[in-house]
């Protein structure tokens, strides 16, 4: 592999050929603010808040598209730098709702955290024009503030890039600009399969988890990693707990199998933790009504209407059906039990047309 | 023996062309044929249907010219071509005389423009009543018809021919040649002005190396805008590794009031598609696009035939001219976003997406249209090409100045006498443009600043009149040469205006992607426009500047770095007029109406009432016995009671 050395903010670094500046820095615990870069993602250099001063170059370019070069002179934090950095997060935030107080992603707000550390207070361009769009509040997943929405286009790669679905795209032009499914329909008319890519890569409170709405702040919730457990994939995510309490899930970046991916179901039907109609015991009809009863009662019932049919009927005369969504292992229980239990080769499962 | 009837027709039974057995020869036989065999009945043959299409000076045969681009096809050409032909036939002169419609002239606001050929009388504002006396007066008495001749409004005499009138005088038209001479929907017509000529030589006596030096040694540099050396481009992109390559034509002209483009897609659109073949040819391209804006369907359509016309005679296709380089263009109609100029949005546009800009690198030479290596220029730049090809290198460098070769094409508007496109080789001074072809500045007032290269242009004041116009020079002085228009303002144009008129724009065509782009020139419109309405703040200059700067230095395409350059030329130039507005709360120039008001010197009032009659919002009150008096609250700041005012009463502060 070939190595480049540079020079960033005065120290001498060497990074792999094909490292953009944005990496090298990076790889070297030299900070730089972005808020359109996903590391997963096309780079697009379009919040331009990763722009740094580089020798022998016109402008400022942004960081996270220029590649690094042999002998490149890097700097990160000089008073030109800054000063447009904290001139693009005015900008940013002088067309964007100070809500914060209520706003669900405090606490984990990207722009807060620039705005915060180039004290950024939302004064300058006071009194200029702002977005006023409706809020779509269309389903009972995602919640959809344009109006917070600070164009860095992630939602749309992920859509495209990590979900392959395509629903999102910008629409209109300069500064009305936005981002949204075709026609400006809102997500429940659109061809969005709530699988929530979307929300789990918006740096700002433009998409968020509805079900969270209210429900905590990111510090007071305990982050519990866990496999989903609606099919046998295997996917792993946060349960954000609060109070001892599962208040939503958010993705874990670091899930072996899934990344940050989720489908609709994994991402938002944890509520079925804390519903009020869970089964949390067996149920046997008895005279036509569902009786609770204890799994020893409810499995020797089914033990014993499996002998009855087995021996008037015999074996073959029951089959399993079982899921392709199960684990591997259910799968091999399930078909071990018909075989060496019941005695039948009628297996089969779901996916198998 | 069988006569041709075009010149398209094979001349004999010898003549073997055709897409399928192609001639080598076949372009050059156009115009010198037949090469193949000697006969005289043959090249008679062909010399007729040329003189025919040429009308030149000594041929029996007259033509009347009809320019049909927008401009004159909007105020009625179309028609006066059939009273023509209906008049023609009426005075038996059908044998001798023959209508033939044309490309613009780039003189619209003269139009209908009609042109007698071999004479080439030249005359303008063209009236179907005008038809009958034309027919009788010029075409059978041989006498000009002087009331539609050209006046030239400095010095009040007339223009007898096209090249006498002042407009066109100093011009030296090479792009334009052909527009408004020859008939842009017959390939014959082209080739009568020695078309594709310099395609066959290319391709025929050149290799694409030779040709790519051979525009390098021309000095021609990209028409629309930036100014990149087209020749150093082309080897760029035949240098990229791959099999497929494309040629890209951007003809998405959006600049406001430049129309060349247009102008030479609808007056000679084979000039481009040749110019396009041989960037083909050199490159080791196979397929091109041309991008054109959808606003221009009398474009579209003339390179729909024109394109179709190419490639009945083997131009466009497989194996030109037994050459074995195969080619092929088609029209993409672009959806109407300015940013498509841009050339990466433009590739995106084409592959059927949004179009916006994509981060260079890497460029298009390198990876382009559907990822592939592409060649992308405009249509005047293309369209210099042949010319550079017929007549050489050396020929074309010998127009321009060191840097900047050619001849350049502007659109002159504004408050300017004659208005219109000019081309003109590069260097010529703006004074010239302006004072000796555009003939000087509308109403005998007093010049002010002169708008160049569009929304990213610069406003230049009269000091830097004498500046010659190259690209170099003119980024030097804060402005560019851009596409080449040319907006002259007079002493009633309010810079401030200007620049938020231009901001306005670049706001509105902004493609959202990049934040400084995007957010930034929205707050220095909103400032610009809290300036011109009398609400402008002591530090608003300050803030504007660092706002410039910022958009300029970290937005990701040329529309955001360019697009505060109307605010930094015109604070450069006319800083006063900014603090005028914010200081004094007055509009030098009269024209930002949030900053006028209008009163009565009850002293030269006569109480004629003339003013309050004309008033539209009736906001004037008075009669004989009491003063009239002006309503400040509901007057709209029109003027009107002003210039009606004939005592000089109505004062305006």
């Given at each position: 592999?070939?190595w480049?050395?540079l020079?960033?903010?005065?120290?001498?670094?060497?990074?792999?050929?094909?490292?953009?500046?944005?990496?090298?820095?990076?790889?070297?615990?030299i900070?730089?603010?972005?808020l359109?870069?996903?590391p997963?993602?096309?780079?697009?250099?379009?919040?331009r808040?990763c722009?740094?001063d580089i020798?022998?170059?016109?402008?400022?370019?942004?960081?996270?598209?220029t590649?690094a070069t042999?002998?490149?002179?890097?700097r990160?934090?000089?008073?030109k730098?800054?000063?447009a950095?904290?001139?693009?997060?005015?900008l940013?935030?002088?067309?964007?709702p100070?809500?914060?107080?209520?706003?669900?992603?405090m606490?984990?707000?990207?722009l807060a955290?620039?705005a915060y550390?180039y004290?950024?207070t939302?004064e300058?361009f006071?009194g200029?024009e702002?977005?006023?769009l409706?809020?779509?509040d269309?389903?009972?997943f995602?919640?959809?503030d344009?109006n917070?929405?600070?164009?860095?286009?992630?939602?749309i790669?992920?859509?495209?890039e990590v979900?392959g679905?395509?629903?999102l795209?910008?629409?209109?032009r300069g500064?009305?600009t936005?981002?949204g499914?075709?026609?400006?329909?809102?997500?429940a008319?659109?061809e969005?399969v709530?699988?929530?890519?979307?929300?789990?890569?918006c740096p700002?409170g433009?998409?968020?988890?509805?079900?969270?709405?209210g429900?905590?702040?990111?510090?007071?919730?305990?982050?519990?990693?866990?496999t989903?457990?609606f099919?046998?994939?295997?996917?792993?995510?946060?349960?954000?707990?609060k109070d001892?309490?599962v208040?939503?899930?958010t993705?874990?970046p670091?899930a072996?199998?899934?990344g940050?991916?989720?489908?609709?179901?994994?991402?938002?039907g944890?509520?079925?933790?804390?519903s009020?109609?869970?089964l949390?015991?067996p149920?046997?009809?008895?005279d036509?009504?569902?009786?609770?009863?204890?799994?020893?009662?409810?499995?020797?019932?089914?033990a014993?209407?499996?002998?009855?049919?087995?021996?008037?009927?015999?074996?073959?005369?029951?089959?399993a059906l079982s899921s392709?969504?199960?684990t591997?292992?259910?799968?091999?229980?399930?078909q071990?039990?018909?075989?060496?239990?019941?005695?039948?080769n009628n297996?089969?499962?779901c996916?198998?047309? | 023996?069988?006569t041709?009837?075009?010149l398209l027709?094979?001349?004999c039974g010898?003549?073997t062309?055709?897409?399928?057995?192609?001639?080598?020869d076949?372009?050059?036989?156009?115009t010198?044929?037949?090469?193949c065999h000697?006969d005289?009945?043959?090249?008679?043959e062909r010399?007729?249907?040329?003189?025919e299409?040429?009308?030149e000076?000594?041929?029996?045969k007259?033509?009347v010219l009809f320019?049909t681009?927008?401009?004159c096809?909007?105020?009625g050409?179309n028609?006066?071509?059939?009273?023509?032909?209906?008049?023609?036939k009426k005075?038996g002169?059908d044998?001798?005389?023959?209508?033939r419609?044309t490309?613009?002239h780039g003189?619209?606001e003269?139009?209908p423009?009609v042109?007698?050929?071999?004479?080439?009388?030249?005359?303008?504002?063209?009236?179907a009543?005008d038809?009958?006396?034309?027919?009788a007066?010029?075409l059978?008495g041989?006498?000009?018809v002087?009331?539609?001749?050209?006046?030239d409004?400095t010095?009040?005499?007339?223009a007898?021919t096209?090249a006498?009138?002042?407009?066109?005088?100093?011009q030296?038209?090479?792009?334009?040649?052909?527009?408004g001479?020859?008939?842009?929907?017959?390939i014959?017509?082209y080739?009568a002005?020695?078309?594709?000529r310099?395609?066959?030589h290319?391709?025929?006596?050149m290799?694409?190396d030779?040709?790519?030096?051979?525009v390098?040694?021309?000095?021609?540099r990209g028409r629309?805008?930036?100014?990149?050396?087209t020749?150093?481009?082309?080897?760029?992109?035949?240098?990229s590794a791959?099999?497929?390559?494309?040629?890209?034509c951007?003809?998405?002209e959006?600049?406001?009031?430049?129309?060349?483009?247009?102008s030479?897609?609808?007056g000679?659109?084979h000039?481009?598609?040749e110019?396009m073949?041989?960037?083909?040819?050199a490159?080791g391209?196979?397929?091109g696009?041309?991008y054109?804006?959808a606003?221009y369907?009398?474009?579209?359509k003339r390179?729909e035939i024109?394109?179709?016309?190419?490639?009945?005679?083997?131009?466009?296709?497989?194996n030109?001219?037994?050459?074995?380089?195969?080619?092929?263009?088609?029209?993409?109609?672009?959806?109407?976003?300015?940013?498509c100029g841009?050339e990466t949005?433009?590739?995106a546009s084409?592959e059927?997406?949004?179009?916006?800009p994509?981060?260079?690198?890497p460029?298009?030479?390198?990876?382009?249209l559907w990822g592939?290596p592409t060649?992308n220029n405009?249509v005047e730049?293309?369209s210099?090409?042949?010319?550079i090809f017929r007549?050489g290198?050396?020929w074309y460098?010998?127009?321009?100045?060191?840097?900047s070769k050619?001849?350049?094409?502007?659109?002159l508007t504004?408050?300017?006498?004659?208005?219109?496109?000019?081309?003109v080789?590069?260097?010529?001074?703006?004074?010239?443009i302006i004072f000796?072809?555009?003939g000087?500045?509308?109403?005998g007032?007093?010049f002010k600043a002169?708008?160049?290269?569009?929304?990213?242009?610069?406003?230049?004041?009269e000091?830097?009149?004498?500046?010659?116009v190259?690209?170099d020079t003119?980024v030097?002085a804060g402005?560019?040469v851009?596409s080449?228009?040319l907006v002259?303002?007079?002493?009633?144009?309010?810079?401030v205006?200007?620049?938020r008129?231009?901001l306005?724009?670049?706001?509105?065509e902004s493609?959202?992607?990049c934040?400084?782009?995007?957010e930034?020139?929205k707050r220095m419109?909103?400032?610009?426009v809290?300036i011109?309405?009398?609400?402008g703040?002591?530090e608003d200059?300050?803030?504007?500047?660092?706002?410039?700067g910022v958009?300029?230095?970290?937005s990701?395409?040329?529309?955001?770095?360019?697009a505060?350059?109307?605010?930094?030329?015109t604070l450069?130039?006319?800083?006063h007029?900014y603090?005028?507005?914010?200081?004094?709360k007055?509009?030098?120039?009269h024209a930002c109406?949030?900053?006028l008001?209008?009163?009565i010197?009850?002293e030269k009032c006569k109480?004629?009432?003339?003013?309050?009659?004309?008033?539209?919002?009736?906001c004037?009150?008075g009669?004989?016995n009491?003063?009239?008096?002006?309503d400040a609250?509901?007057c709209?700041k029109?003027?009107t009671?002003?210039e009606?005012?004939?005592?000089?009463?109505?004062v305006r502060?």
């Amino acid at each position: 592999m070939e190595w480049l050395t540079l020079t960033i903010d005065g120290r001498t670094v060497s990074v792999p050929k094909g490292t953009t500046v944005l990496q090298a820095c990076r790889m070297n615990n030299i900070p730089i603010p972005t808020l359109c870069h996903d590391p997963e993602l096309t780079a697009t250099g379009s919040c331009r808040l990763c722009i740094v001063d580089i020798e022998g170059m016109r402008n400022l370019p942004p960081s996270c598209v220029t590649q690094a070069t042999q002998g490149m002179v890097v700097r990160t934090q000089t008073e030109k730098v800054r000063d447009a950095r904290k001139t693009i997060l005015e900008l940013l935030v002088a067309n964007h709702p100070l809500d914060c107080m209520t706003c669900q992603k405090m606490g984990s707000c990207d722009l807060a955290k620039y705005a915060y550390e180039y004290q950024v207070t939302g004064e300058a361009f006071a009194g200029g024009e702002r977005r006023h769009l409706p809020i779509d509040d269309s389903n009972p997943f995602i919640l959809r503030d344009p109006n917070k929405c600070i164009l860095c286009g992630k939602c749309i790669r992920a859509c495209e890039e990590v979900q392959g679905r395509g629903v999102l795209d910008f629409s209109h032009r300069g500064f009305n600009t936005q981002v949204g499914p075709a026609f400006d329909l809102p997500y429940a008319e659109s061809e969005c399969v709530f699988c929530g890519s979307c929300v789990s890569v918006c740096p700002v409170g433009a998409l968020t988890e509805k079900q969270m709405a209210g429900q905590g702040r990111p510090w007071e919730v305990k982050k519990v990693q866990t496999t989903c457990p609606f099919c046998g994939t295997g996917c792993n995510f946060d349960l954000n707990v609060k109070d001892g309490k599962v208040i939503g899930v958010t993705s874990n970046p670091e899930a072996p199998v899934n990344g940050r991916a989720l489908c609709v179901k994994g991402r938002f039907g944890m509520d079925m933790i804390h519903s009020p109609n869970r089964l949390t015991t067996p149920l046997i009809k008895k005279d036509g009504e569902f009786v609770e009863a204890s799994w020893d009662e409810a499995l020797s019932l089914v033990a014993e209407k499996l002998g009855e049919i087995k021996a008037q009927y015999g074996a073959d005369s029951i089959a399993a059906l079982s899921s392709a969504r199960c684990t591997n292992e259910e799968n091999y229980l399930m078909q071990k039990f018909m075989r060496a239990v019941i005695g039948s080769n009628n297996v089969d499962h779901c996916a198998r047309t | 023996m069988k006569t041709m009837k075009t010149l398209l027709d094979p001349c004999c039974g010898r003549c073997t062309h055709t897409p399928e057995t192609p001639c080598r020869d076949y372009v050059r036989c156009q115009t010198e044929g037949p090469l193949c065999h000697d006969d005289p009945a043959c090249r008679m043959e062909r010399e007729r249907l040329l003189r025919e299409l040429k009308t030149e000076v000594g041929s029996q045969k007259q033509a009347v010219l009809f320019c049909t681009g927008t401009g004159c096809a909007s105020s009625g050409s179309n028609k006066l071509i059939e009273i023509m032909d209906a008049e023609i036939k009426k005075a038996g002169l059908d044998v001798s005389v023959s209508t033939r419609p044309t490309g613009c002239h780039g003189f619209c606001e003269q139009g209908p423009i009609v042109i007698i050929e071999p004479a080439k009388t030249f005359y303008t504002r063209v009236k179907a009543e005008d038809i009958p006396e034309i027919v009788a007066k010029d075409l059978v008495g041989g006498e000009r018809v002087e009331h539609l001749l050209y006046v030239d409004p400095t010095t009040g005499q007339a223009a007898t021919t096209y090249a006498n009138a002042p407009f066109y005088a100093k011009q030296h038209r090479i792009v334009l040649h052909n527009c408004g001479h020859i008939n842009p929907e017959r390939i014959e017509d082209y080739f009568a002005q020695d078309g594709y000529r310099g395609f066959a030589h290319a391709l025929q006596d050149m290799k694409p190396d030779e040709v790519i030096e051979e525009v390098k040694r021309s000095g021609l540099r990209g028409r629309g805008g930036a100014g990149f050396p087209t020749g150093l481009k082309w080897g760029l992109c035949r240098q990229s590794a791959g099999d497929k390559k494309y040629i890209i034509c951007n003809a998405d002209e959006g600049d406001p009031g430049a129309f060349m483009d247009r102008s030479v897609l609808e007056g000679d659109p084979h000039s481009v598609l040749e110019g396009m073949m041989i960037a083909a040819y050199a490159i080791g391209a196979d397929e091109g696009y041309i991008y054109c804006r959808a606003e221009y369907p009398l474009a579209i359509k003339r390179l729909e035939i024109a394109i179709k016309q190419a490639e009945e005679v083997g131009l466009l296709g497989d194996n030109i001219l037994a050459s074995g380089f195969n080619f092929r263009i088609y029209i993409k109609a672009g959806a109407g976003a300015f940013v498509c100029g841009e050339e990466t949005a433009l590739i995106a546009s084409i592959e059927g997406k949004r179009g916006m800009p994509k981060v260079r690198p890497p460029f298009p030479a390198q990876q382009g249209l559907w990822g592939k290596p592409t060649n992308n220029n405009n249509v005047e730049t293309y369209s210099n090409v042949p010319h550079i090809f017929r007549h050489g290198a050396d020929w074309y460098a010998g127009f321009g100045t060191e840097k900047s070769k050619g001849t350049k094409i502007f659109a002159l508007t504004g408050k300017v006498n004659n208005t219109g496109l000019v081309e003109v080789p590069m260097g010529m001074s703006l004074r010239e443009i302006i004072f000796d072809i555009g003939g000087g500045i509308l109403g005998g007032k007093k010049f002010k600043a002169v708008q160049i290269g569009g929304p990213s242009g610069g406003c230049l004041p009269e000091s830097l009149l004498d500046l010659p116009v190259d690209y170099d020079t003119l980024v030097q002085a804060g402005a560019m040469v851009g596409s080449g228009g040319l907006v002259v303002l007079d002493e009633t144009t309010c810079m401030v205006d200007i620049a938020r008129y231009f901001l306005n724009f670049t706001q509105k065509e902004s493609c959202g992607k990049c934040t400084p782009c995007r957010e930034g020139t929205k707050r220095m419109l909103e400032i610009l426009v809290r300036i011109t309405n009398g609400e402008g703040k002591e530090e608003d200059i300050e803030t504007l500047e660092k706002l410039a700067g910022v958009v300029k230095s970290t937005s990701l395409c040329g529309l955001g770095q360019t697009a505060p350059n109307p605010v930094l030329a015109t604070l450069k130039y006319f800083r006063h007029e900014y603090e005028a507005h914010i200081r004094d709360k007055q509009c030098p120039a009269h024209a930002c109406s949030a900053l006028l008001t209008y009163t009565i010197d009850e002293e030269k009032c006569k109480k004629c009432g003339l003013c309050a009659k004309n008033c539209p919002v009736k906001c004037i009150t008075g009669d004989k016995n009491t003063p009239y008096r002006i309503d400040a609250s509901a007057c709209i700041k029109c003027g009107t009671c002003m210039e009606k005012c004939k005592f000089g009463a109505v004062v305006r502060a």
